[in-house]
């Protein structure tokens, strides 16, 4: 993904007062959150209700009415062991061994998000840290100067 934002830019947010929602947190929202102290902005790229897989570096985004896969690039990292309760029922959990280039299928559970940084070979995000809560999230970005 090309990055949104860039040295020096200026962002308009919105704070989270503990009102969002499913339905006010969209596909491709750039969203701020704390991690371990430090704030960190990444994109929504899937949804609760969402199935995710990633297949040979590139990952599968699902769900009854949308389909959308992202290239991540060659140094992906490996799915953190944090993703394995959300596997989906049909895979073998015995002989599951994910890597760095495929994992899942997993879903995303209600008031949960997926989200990637921009600059994917280079990112913490929810490959590493897990799903995104609804109530973590403490402002999303409107406008980009």
Excluded: C
């Amino acid at each position: 993904m090309k990055p949104a934002i860039k040295r020096g830019s200026i962002v308009l947010t919105i704070k989270n007062k503990g009102n969002y929602t499913e339905s006010n947190i969209q596909r491709d929202q750039i969203v701020l959150f704390r991690q371990n102290l430090q704030q960190l902005i990444k994109r929504v790229v899937a949804l609760p209700g969402d199935t995710l897989q990633l297949v040979k570096g590139q990952l599968h985004i699902r769900n009854s009415d949308f389909q959308k896969i992202i290239k991540l690039y060659s140094n992906t990292k490996i799915v953190g062991p944090w993703h394995l309760e959300y596997l989906l029922d049909e895979v073998n959990r015995i002989k599951y061994k994910p890597s760095n280039q495929n994992w899942g299928p997993i879903y995303i559970p209600q008031r949960n998000y997926f989200v990637l940084g921009d600059n994917t070979s280079n990112s913490r995000d929810s490959r590493s840290i897990g799903y995104l809560r609804e109530e973590e999230i403490s402002q999303k970005i409107l406008i980009i100067f």
